[in-house]
């Protein structure tokens, strides 16, 4: 049995209530915080279509190797980096940055499937500009970009 007296451990209504005050002004996050984490997801975002736009527009051989190598580094970084500089993670970022990621990747998914099939039906390789190569890692960049904008700009 326990010897504690269960008087010990019940709050009065006013102390209740200030208690409950208390945390409901406390933030959690902090500015800072939907901050890093709105700067990390767009940061996500631009590494996802960036490297798919390069990939992409480069021809195969040993440059794609290393794109990808730093490709990886890269989001490395960037994770590291959120994790280190953050103290909590500020209400509905983790799902609005799932959401922009899952949305990013069928984008990526498609454009990358897309470019594929051509090929695949013509035998050789489409010649397109640059500048569709661009806009597509735009395309593809820009759920994660809006998702990083709502982050950090969120009120609560």
């Not at 451990?9 to 208390?22: P, V």
């Not at 021809?59 to 990808?68: D, H, I, K, N, W």
């Not at 989001?75 to 500089?85: E, N, Y």
């Amino acid at each position: 049995r326990d010897t504690m007296n269960d008087q010990d451990q019940l709050m009065t209504s006013e102390q209740a209530r200030a208690t409950l005050e208390q945390a409901q002004r406390t933030a959690l996050a902090t500015p800072h915080d939907r901050k890093v984490h709105g700067w990390a997801t767009a940061g996500f975002g631009t590494l996802v279509g960036g490297y798919v736009g390069l990939y992409q527009f480069l021809p195969a051989g040993g440059l794609r190797s290393f794109v990808t190598v730093a490709y990886v580094a890269l989001l490395i970084a960037l994770a590291g980096w959120q994790t280190k500089a953050i103290r909590s993670w500020p209400r509905h970022s983790k799902v609005t940055g799932y959401v922009g990621l899952a949305v990013t990747l069928v984008l990526a998914g498609i454009g990358t499937m897309g470019l594929n099939l051509l090929e695949s039906r013509t035998g050789t390789r489409l010649e397109i500009s640059a500048l569709w190569y661009a806009v597509a890692a735009i395309v593809i960049a820009a759920p994660m970009l809006v998702a990083g904008w709502v982050i950090g700009h969120r009120r609560a």
